[in-house]
C-alpha cells in the first residue's frame, strides 16, 4: 500500500468517523433532554473536539519498521482472530462487543497486537457511531493513585472535553463509553487491587457502558467474574504475509521475496516468530539485513538492534553521510548504557517516564560505568539514532517492551555473580509476567543455572526441608506451597508461601512445565454451600450463633484439614493455580532430577578439563597444500 493511497484511506476513515459524530450527539441529545442546558451543552459541543483529537491520536501508529513517523493504523493491523472457551472470533470489531454490556479480557503474549487491536476496536467505534470510546494506558496510573473515573475524566478533559464529575456519572448512567483499558501487566503490583475494585464497582453500578482489558497472560483475574477472557490467537501465515505485504518496508522485491520465503517453508519452521506481529516485524528487519533468521529470540533482538545501529550510521537515504551521534558513545558503551536503565525501569515497572527520570536514569549510569557523555545526546541518538524509546506528549516509553526486557537481561548476564544473585528476588517476582529470565537463560545458560537457578533451588528445598532434588509426596509439597486455606462465604483464598511459588513460577516460566491445555477449567462451585458443609466438619473455636453473627468470619483449615480435603481442592481450586496440581508436581520432580544431574555433569567436565588432567585436549594439524 503506497503511502498515498494509504493517506487517502485514512482520511476517507476519519470522514466517516467524523459524520457519525452525529449519531452519538444524537443520543446525548436524547439522553439529555432530562438535563438542563447547560449539561447538555458542556457534554455534547466538545464531542467533535475530542473526535477529531483521538482520532488523529490512535488512527496513526508507529513501529520499529518505520520509527521516524506514524502510519495509518490500518497499514500495521490485519485482521485478528480472539478465542474464548466458547466460541471464536474472526476480525472483531465494536459491532461485536460495543452496545452489548461487553465485559471482556483480551489476553496474549508480547507483541500479540493487543494494543493496535484495542485502537482498531477505538477507531471502529468511532466508525460505526456507537459509543464513546476512551483509550486508557493503564501504565499511565503508575505514578498517581487516582481512581477509576477521575483517570477517564482526565483522559476526557486532555481530549479536549472537559467535564465535570457530575456530568461524567450521567453519561456513565446512559450507557455512552466504550473504555479501552489496556495494559493490566504494565500497572505496578500496588495498584491492582485498587483498580480491579474500580473496575468492579464501575461495572456493577453503570452497567449499560463496555468495558475491555488487555493484559498478558498469567494475571489473576478471578475476581471480575463478570468478566469473559478471550486470548489473542497468533497470526495465520496468510495474515503474516499480508501484514508483510502491507508494511511498506523495504523494497516490493524485498517484501515479496520473503513472503515467499514464509510461504515455502518459513512460516512452519518458525511459527513461534513469524505467528508474533512484533517478530515477525523483527524477522523482516533481520532477513532484509543478514538474508537469514535466528532461531533464538535472544539473538532476534541482538540482530534487531545491529539493524537499527547500522541503519543510524547510513544516514538519510542518497545523502552517503555518516550521521554524528550526539552522545559521542561507541557501541559498547552505549548498549552498556541501556543496560542500566533497562533494567533499573525493569525492577521498578516504569514502563513510562518522563525527561527528569530518564536524565537521573543516565546519571546512575555514568556513575556507575565512569562515562562521561551529554544525557541530552544520549537520550536524542536514543530516540532518533536507534528509535527504541519513543515520546508521547511528555513521557518516553520503549518502542516495545519486549526490548526493554532484552536489554535487562543483557544487564543480568554481563554484571558479576553476587549482583546477579542479589537481583533474583526482584526478577523472579515479575517472572510471570516478563521474559527477563528466560532471555537470560537464552543469553549465558551457564550463569542462569549457576547463579539464579541453583540458589532458588536450593531455597525451595529448605523450605520443603529436602536435601537434594524433590524427594517429597505431593501432599508434603502442599503443605509447603500453601501457608493457609480460608473459606469466606463468597470465595476461597489462599496464602501461598512466596518463596516455594517464586520458585514455581521460574521453573514453569523457563521451562514450560505445563502448556495451557494441560489443566481443564475449575469446576463451578459454590463457595457459601461449601462454607455451611465444611463448617459442620470442622472444629470451630467459636459457637455457632457468633459466626452467624460474624459474616467476615472465615474457615481456616490445618495442614492436616487441607490435606484431608486435597482430592475437593484440586478439583474445585487447583485447576486455576496450575503450580498446585498434581501433574505439575509430577514434572517438577522430572525436570529439578534432570537439571541438577545437567548442572553436576557440566561442573565435573569443566573441573576435569582444567584442573584434573583427566580430560587430554589434542589438536589435529591441518596438511597444507602449495
Known sequence: MTDQFSDIVNQVIREVAMANYAKIAEQLAQIGRRWSAAVRLKL????????????????????????????????AYVPLVIRSAEKVIDDPGATVFVDKRSRLLLLGPAGCGKSTLVKHLFVDSVMMGMKIPVMLPLRSLNDSKISLLEAVRTVLTNGGMPISFDVLHKALEAGMFLLLLDGFDELRHDHRGSLIADVTEATGRYRENDFIITSRPGENFNHLTEFHEYSVEPLSLPSAAELVRRSGYADAVVRSTFCSLLEEQLFNSHESFASNPLLLSIMLMTFRSFAQIPTKLSLFYGKAFSVLWDKHDAGKAGDGQIRERRSGLDEDDFVRVLEDISILTQIKSLFEFDDTILKQLILISQQMRLLEFPSTG?????????????????????????????????????????????????????????????????????????????????????????????????????????????????????????????????????????????????????????????????????????????????VRLSKTEIIDRIAELERIVFPSHPHLSRKFFERLREIVAHIEHRMEKQGTTIEAALFDGEMQITSTSRKTSN
Open 44 to 75: 455534547g459541543d466538545p464531542f467533535a473536539k475530542y473526535l477529531s483529537l483521538t482520532f488523529d491520536r490512535f488512527g496513526y501508529v508507529k513501529s520499529l519498521l518505520h520509527p521516524d513517523s506514524p502510519r495509518p493504523l490500518y497499514d
Open 378 to 554: 544520549y537520550i536524542h541518538d536514543l530516540e532518533e539514532g536507534v528509535s527504541l524509546i519513543v515520546k508521547d506528549g511528555l513521557e518516553y516509553r520503549f518502542a516495545h517492551r519486549s526490548l526493554q526486557e532484552y536489554f535487562a537481561a543483557r544487564f543480568v548476564v554481563s554484571t558479576d555473580a553476587s549482583r546477579r544473585t542479589r537481583l533474583i528476588g526482584p526478577l523472579i517476582a515479575r517472572v510471570r509476567e516478563d521474559n527477563v529470565l528466560p532471555l537470560v537463560n537464552e543469553l549465558a545458560p551457564e550463569k542462569f543455572e549457576r547463579d539464579i537457578l541453583a540458589p532458588t533451588l536450593a531455597a525451595l528445598r529448605s523450605q520443603l526441608g529436602i536435601k537434594s532434588g524433590m524427594s517429597i509426596t505431593y501432599e508434603e509439597y502442599i503443605c509447603g506451597a500453601i501457608e493457609s486455606v480460608k473459606l469466606r462465604r463468597s470465595e476461597i483464598e489462599f496464602r501461598e508461601n512466596e518463596t516455594v511459588i517464586g520458585a514455581m513460577n521460574l521453573i514453569q516460566k523457563v521451562y514450560s512445565i505445563l502448556e495451557e491445555n494441560d489443566l481443564g477449567d475449575s469446576e463451578l462451585y459454590d463457595p457459601q454451600r461449601i462454607f455451611a458443609r465444611w463448617i459442620q466438619e470442622v472444629e470451630l473455636r467459636n459457637p455457632k450463633d457468633v459466626l452467624e453473627s460474624q459474616p467476615e468470619y472465615c
